[in-house]
């Protein structure tokens, strides 16, 4: 399984970002995919979480109501929409991946990772 991420950038405080996270060299349906995060200094944190197949859905309480995690099923892509960015979530984004049906939060759980896209919200 290979991930892609992209969409990263400079955003001020309050704005909004798109990332993509573009698979393949697989069959998805079975895995769940993931976006963690890791600041400068920080240890890397779960974001949000989807369940390829079915859709459900899981975030991290820092991000419910201003991120929303989805996925399009014809281009093999999931997306996080980022809205009402603040700066303390600048870090490098990662998405990953794992099989089965379970949203695990805990990074170790996803043997397949993207290579990161750096957020910079400005204050």
């Known amino acids: 399984v290979q991930l892609q991420a992209s969409g990263g950038g400079l955003v001020q405080a309050g704005g909004s970002l798109r990332l993509s996270c573009a698979a393949s060299g697989g069959t998805f349906s079975s895995n769940v995919m993931g976006w963690f995060r890791q600041a400068p200094g920080k240890e890397r944190e779960f974001v949000a979480a989807?369940?390829?197949?079915?859709?459900?859905?899981r975030y991290a309480d820092s991000v419910k109501g201003r991120f929303t995690i989805s996925r399009d099923n014809a281009e093999d892509t999931v997306y996080l929409q980022m809205n009402s960015l603040k700066p303390e979530e600048t870090a490098v984004y990662y998405c990953?991946?794992?099989?089965?049906?379970?949203?695990?939060?805990?990074?170790?759980?996803?043997?397949?990772w993207g290579q990161g896209t750096l957020v910079t919200v400005s204050s």
């Open positions: 990953a991946a794992r099989d089965g049906s379970l949203l695990y939060t805990r990074g170790d759980e996803y043997p397949y």
């Open positions: 989807i369940r390829w197949s079915r859709g459900s859905t």
